[in-house]
């Protein structure tokens, strides 16, 4: 006999409170569609909804890469699709936009939204990988290269704002920060590996962290007493680290608290690593003529985009590089916080052919 209470839907959880506050509880938020006038209330509060993207400098990014219709244009960090969207629709008809990315959670759902917009079918062809393996999809499918190539470098607010993920520092979860889950090693393992000095200078390198070496060892210290494998641990333990200094009072703790975070990410996903890998493939992967946009969010990824741009111009490959980088505009800042800290840089392939297409 079957129970009679199984066929009766189930409730939704209930929250304490007057508004949810932990990720989960937040439906509306998870079902733009169904609840527009809620999630539209929450942006025009300058946040950006719980499961959801707002993509960055679309109107700049826009008018430098210049997509016409027919040409082939180039998401390499898929996201949320927010930038393939515009792109995609300015190329038709006639053109394709190729979408890449490694998160294998978060790119379906970007290729469903995408599809939605009944574009032809084939305009739209995605491709889960890193993007530092970019030359290698397009000389498949697209082997003359791209007109227009877009690279946003910054973590998507999905992956941000899940607890489950674990980079966010301002939840309990688990210490893992992969942009893939299914491969590479997750934070909390990477601790175990790490020594002190080598510690140190990550996070001076992928952070300029001012207080590098105390921070590295008070971590590594405490995670040798008791493995730390939740974002609220090492919360704790930065903070602990900072008390006993004397720091915390003077609200230090906090920024040191998303320089670790960020320097472990970036760690963890071999973000550095992969942006030298495509930037040294970039030329070969546009057309002469073929536009690249960057938009980056810490110093240490401008320096290397602005470093390769530079001497790409040098040595003839670009034609021309923005002579200044580009920042969102107050109200874009003001309206989307999130914003605040990309710099965009384009440039524009010259004809001179590369050792990689030769």
Request: proline content about 9%.
């Given at each position: 006999?079957?129970?009679?209470?199984?066929?009766?839907?189930?409730?939704?959880?209930?929250y304490s409170?007057?508004?949810?506050?932990?990720f989960h509880e937040k439906y509306k938020e998870h079902q733009p569609e169904r609840y527009a006038n809620d999630v539209a209330k929450v942006i025009a509060g300058g946040k950006t909804p719980a499961g959801t993207h707002r993509p960055i400098m679309v109107r700049e990014i826009i008018n430098v890469l210049a997509p016409q219709p027919g040409e082939i244009a180039v998401?390499?960090?898929?996201?949320?699709?927010?930038?393939?969207r515009e792109l995609l629709?300015?190329?038709?008809?006639?053109?394709?936009?190729l979408g890449v990315d490694t998160d294998?959670?978060?790119?379906?759902?970007?290729?469903?939204?995408l599809r939605e917009l009944g574009f032809p079918q084939k305009s739209l062809l995605i491709r889960r990988m890193n993007f530092a393996g970019i030359s290698r999809f397009l000389a498949e499918v697209a082997?003359?290269?791209?007109?227009?190539?877009?690279?946003?470098?910054?973590?998507?607010?999905m992956q941000l704002d899940n607890p489950a993920r674990g980079f966010t520092f301002k939840a309990e979860g688990p210490l893992d920060m992969r942009m893939n889950p299914e491969h590479s090693q997750p934070a909390s393992a990477l601790l175990n590996k790490l020594i002190e000095a080598d510690f140190a200078q990550l996070l001076t390198e992928n952070s300029d962290e001012p207080h590098a070496e105390e921070l590295a060892s008070a971590i590594l210290n405490a995670n040798q007493r008791d493995p730390i494998l939740t974002t609220r641990g090492l919360v704790e333990v930065i903070q602990n680290a900072f008390a006993k200094r004397g720091y915390h009072?003077?609200?230090?703790s906090d920024d040191a608290v998303r320089r670790v975070f960020?320097?472990?990410?970036?760690?963890?996903?071999?973000?550095?690593?992969?942006?030298?890998?495509?930037?040294?493939?970039?030329?070969?992967?546009?057309?002469?003529?073929?536009?690249v946009a960057i938009l980056t969010f810490h110093s240490g990824e401008d320096r290397r985009v602005k470093q390769a741009f530079k001497t790409g111009l040098r040595d003839g490959v670009y034609a021309s590089i923005a002579e200044e980088v580009l920042r969102p505009s107050p109200e874009e800042q003001h309206t989307n916080p999130r914003s605040s800290a990309a710099k965009l840089r384009f440039a524009v392939r010259g004809s001179r052919i590369t050792d990689d297409e030769q």
């Open positions: 006999m079957t129970d009679p209470s199984s066929d009766r839907p189930k409730r939704r959880v209930r409170g007057k508004n949810p506050r932990q998401d390499c960090t898929l996201g949320y699709g927010g930038h393939a629709a300015a190329v038709q008809p006639g053109g394709r936009l294998p959670i978060e790119l379906p759902k970007a290729e469903v939204r082997p003359d290269g791209a007109d227009v190539l877009l690279a946003d470098l910054g973590v998507s607010s009072s003077e609200g230090k960020q320097a472990l990410r970036i760690a963890v996903n071999d973000e550095f690593g992969a942006l030298t890998t495509f930037l040294r493939h970039l030329p070969s992967c546009l057309k002469p003529g073929g536009r």
